[in-house]
């Protein structure tokens, strides 16, 4: 079993910038693709970014090509996204999703085939 501690979030005005971590424990074996996706009251859950193992990217959302930044430290469980040029748009509740199987990690469907998620952070843009 996977385990997902998240941290980050939080209020930030239209422009800014914030920065979400999400660290796997337990049972993390092989290749596998883990990520972001969010829901806004009322809205549908989206995939946000997604990440191999190796840390080569897999997946951004239309909406956030070119202002979000998904990565992975010299801690190959610990994934980073850095979200930048923040818009009201993207107030949500994050998730941190872990997916055993890589297979769909280069598309948005790489989310249902995860198995684990944090605990969720709210961004908030406090414009």
């Known amino acids: 079993q996977v385990q997902l501690t998240e941290s980050g979030g939080g209020p930030v005005q239209t422009g800014g910038s914030l920065r979400l971590s999400c660290v796997a424990s337990?049972?993390?074996?092989?290749?596998?693709?883990m990520g972001w996706f969010r829901q806004a009251p009322g809205k549908e859950r989206e995939a946000v970014a997604s990440i191999w193992t190796g840390g080569t990217t897999g997946y951004y959302a239309d909406s956030v090509k070119g202002r979000f930044t998904i990565s992975q430290g010299n801690n190959k469980n610990a994934k980073e996204l850095q979200m930048n040029n923040l818009e009201p748009e993207d107030t949500a509740m994050y998730y941190c999703a872990f997916a055993p199987r890589d297979e769909y990690c280069s598309t948005k469907s790489w989310i249902r085939w995860s198995d684990a998620w944090g605990q969720g952070t709210q961004v908030t843009d406090s414009s």
């Open positions: 337990g049972a993390v074996y092989g290749s596998n693709c």
